[in-house]
Nanobody
Framework: QVQLVESGGGLVQAGGSLRLSCAAS????????MGWFRQAPGKEREFVAA????????YYPDSVKGRYTISKNNAKNMVWLQMNSLKPENTAVYYC????????????????????WGQGTQVTVSS
């Protein structure tokens, strides 16, 4: 089992920045990748970023490339999501997730590939 706890959400003005944190505990040695997703009311869960637990490969959808950065510290079992130039449409609950099944890189954008999820943290971007 892997437990995930997100923090760092809040209210920010458009154009501002936020840094989300995800603390992993439990069987962290079983993690292959970590991902961030977001879900706005009435919408499907959307892939935001992913990072391999071993190595530094990162993955982003085009919608956030250049604005969001995922990073990690394996020794501290922490993952972060730095979000810059935020827009009102980025308002959502942001979730971190752990993949313990060694999903191929092309599938890391799919929420079904992740085995454990945090409770989410709300990000609200005002216009």
């Amino acid at each position: 089992q892997v437990q995930l706890v997100e923090s760092g959400g809040g209210l920010v003005q458009a154009g501002g920045s936020l840094r989300l944190s995800c603390a992993a505990s439990g069987r962290t040695s079983s993690i292959f990748s970590m991902g961030w997703f977001r879900q706005a009311p009435g919408k499907e869960r959307e892939f935001v970023a992913a990072i391999r637990w071993s190595g530094d490969n990162t993955y982003y959808p085009d919608s956030v490339k250049g604005r969001y950065t995922i990073s990690k510290n394996n020794a501290k079992n922490m993952v972060w999501l730095q979000m810059n130039s935020l827009k009102p449409e980025n308002t959502a609950v942001y979730y971190c997730a752990a993949d313990v099944s060694l999903s191929v890189a092309t599938r890391l954008r799919l929420s079904d590939e992740y085995d454990y999820w945090g409770q989410g943290t709300q990000v609200t971007v005002s216009s």
